[in-house]
């Protein structure tokens, strides 16, 4: 057994990006800097208590992009160094992180070990690779992202750091290999347990959703699916759970391969960054050779995103979020008593709400940050919850899941079709979203995506739009203007929220302009790119009338398009004529 020594290595601070929820993102070149990835590893632990560290268990892997095996030695070397016990990783360094709420909530050691948090290493859906993002970040010991808090004592500690502790002489743990290596150190023992990936996220599944009646959906020979990993760590879990349990054919599966670069591509399960997929579904420009599969979906670099999306038809993950809260008792046996209640972040559509209101439902709309539904849900409020950035979710964990709500939909898919896999013709995707449509009516929805701005020009813009607030009468000078068929403003703020569970409040979350009939117009700045701003605006328009609700979204929404990028000035900010994205 190699005995090992805890070294105190001096260092600088470091004044970077503050890490939120989604963590610290920067480009790979900026974590290979000495003593960059050590300064934050170990502010993280001074910012913890010391019962969370000294003697404790954690988890180290992520979504297996480049410098992350390198990331994970260093890790374990200086989690020695700082007094914790054990630490937990996915075999080769994966886990999604999905999975790694699943593991730190559930997983019990074969000493009768639990995890109390976890580093998750990923830049979720942004690029991978030698000259591209990187990212860390710190989950709590209930799964979910480290609370606002932790996050701001991290931050400050980076920037007054003097000194980490590192294991001098412990040599690197072989990752690819199940099993447990075991070191001694001043402290005494401490273990590396490296565990299957897949086991213990499939349990947590199986456990949720009725695998037999998804099986017989998958090996019907009317229906055909098609699942896209994007070259992410879901790929790590789909030929195990899509292919050897639910016996979907192999050829099913596209980009499951993880790759440390996504095969070049981006990892973004998008209409625009999902180009193979999207192609082989019948939303390509040309048509497919083939005749499209009946269900399609992705995932993005962690996994916990999704796209779902049938024959020539894309799900909005707005609509995606509702159509499964109004589904879920009757097609996914964990909802079977009930859904305590549902949330959506703000940017989302407001599909979900009318659910709740359907349902009698508890509803909530919070901030962008998976932490809050988080709190509702420890809280016992919440069952189903939702982000119209492809991130759907429930209280099972603390993460969005993305290979949960593909199973989700397959739920659902199966139990519309339990009496009918014998018939003519299968309740398709399609027919699912549309009758959901017409029983709730149907919220025209897009976003408009504008990356990697110049941080000024986008704070600058904000700030205009905030100031045009103060006057609603100009405001509707301008829309009246423009488009006559465009209904009038009536209220227009920074979103603020309260946290029903700890009182904090949240303040300037985005700019919101809301219409009389409902329509939204709504304003982010996004904290998940690596460097300049992303621009993100979101409209909406709702339709009750049935004979109004099968429009071309981009068509319904054009005279809101038009006032949006008049009022907000865009390309006179941006000098951008075009966003890089539209969803």
């Not at 743990?173 to 565990?195: A, L």
Request: glycine share 10%.
């Amino acid at each position: 057994m190699v005995v090992f020594k805890v070294a105190r290595v001096e260092t600088t601070p470091i004044d970077g990006q503050k890490p939120g929820t989604s963590g610290l993102r920067k480009k790979v070149k900026v974590f290979v800097q000495p003593n960059y990835l050590e300064n934050f590893v170990q502010s993280t632990f001074n910012a913890l208590t010391p019962e969370k560290i000294r003697g404790a268990t954690l988890v180290v892997s992520g979504d297996g992009r480049y410098y992350s095996k390198d990331a994970i030695q260093i890790i374990i070397k200086m989690s020695a160094a700082n007094g914790v016990r054990r630490i937990w990783v996915g075999q080769n360094g994966l886990l999604s992180t999905p999975a790694v709420s699943a593991v730190i909530r559930e997983r019990v050691g074969i000493d009768g070990s639990r995890a109390s948090g976890g580093f998750i290493l990923t830049a979720s859906h942004n690029p991978g690779g030698p000259h591209e993002d990187f990212g860390i970040k710190y989950n709590m010991e209930n799964g979910g992202p480290a609370p606002e808090g932790i996050t701001d004592k991290i931050y400050e500690n980076t920037k007054t750091i003097k000194e980490y502790f590192n294991a001098e002489n412990l040599p690197d743990v072989d990752i690819s290999t199940v099993g447990v290596t075991s070191f001694q150190g001043p402290e005494g023992q401490f273990d590396v347990e490296v565990f299957d990936s897949a086991n213990d996220y499939l349990k947590l599944m199986k456990s949720i959703f009725d695998f037999d009646s998804i099986r017989k959906l998958l090996s019907s020979s009317k229906f055909t699916f098609c699942y896209d990993a994007l070259h992410g760590v879901a790929g790590a879990y789909a030929k195990r759970i899509f292919v050897e349990e639910l016996d979907a054919q192999e050829s099913s599966l596209l980009n499951c391969t993880p790759k440390e670069d996504f095969g070049g591509g981006h990892p973004d399960p998008n209409l625009t960054y999902a180009k193979e997929l999207v192609a082989r579904m019948g939303l390509g420009k040309s048509n497919p050779q083939d005749e499209p599969p009946e269900f399609g979906a992705a995932a993005d670099g962690d996994a916990d995103r999704n796209m779902i999306l049938g024959k020539r038809f894309f799900v909005t993950p707005s609509d995606s979020v509702a159509i499964i809260a109004a589904n879920a008792v009757e097609a996914i046996p964990y909802f079977s008593a009930g859904l305590k209640g549902v949330a959506r972040s703000m940017p989302t559509s407001a599909a979900l709400d009318v659910v709740a209101k359907h349902l009698n439902l508890k509803f909530f709309e919070v901030p962008t940050g998976w932490k809050f539904f988080g709190n509702l849900m420890d809280a016992g409020l919440c069952s189903v919850c939702g982000e119209e950035s492809f991130g759907t979710g429930s209280d099972h964990i603390r993460e969005k899941d993305g290979i949960w709500a593909v199973l989700a939909w397959l739920s659902i898919l199966a139990h519309k079709n339990k009496e009918n896999l014998g018939g003519e013709k299968l309740v398709t995707v399609e027919d699912i979203v549309r009758q959901h449509w017409t029983t709730y009516g149907r919220h025209y929805y897009t976003r408009y995506d504008y990356e990697n701005v110049d941080a000024g020009a986008a704070k600058e813009l904000m700030a205009c739009l905030v100031e045009l607030q103060s006057s609603l009468s100009e405001v509707n000078e301008i829309v009246k203007g423009m488009r006559s068929d465009v209904s009038k403003v009536v209220h227009a703020d920074e979103f603020e929220y309260k946290d029903p569970i700890d009182g904090s409040v949240s303040k300037h979350q985005g700019i919101r302009y809301l219409f009389e009939d409902g329509s939204r117009l709504i304003f982010r700045l996004s904290g998940t790119g690596s460097e300049g701003a992303t621009i993100r605006l979101y409209i909406e328009q709702y339709e009750k009338d049935p004979s109004k609700i099968n429009r071309d979204s981009q068509e319904a929404l054009a005279p809101l398009v038009e006032v949006a990028l008049k009022l907000s000035k865009m390309q006179e900010f941006t000098g951008r004529t075009a966003p890089t994205v539209i969803t």
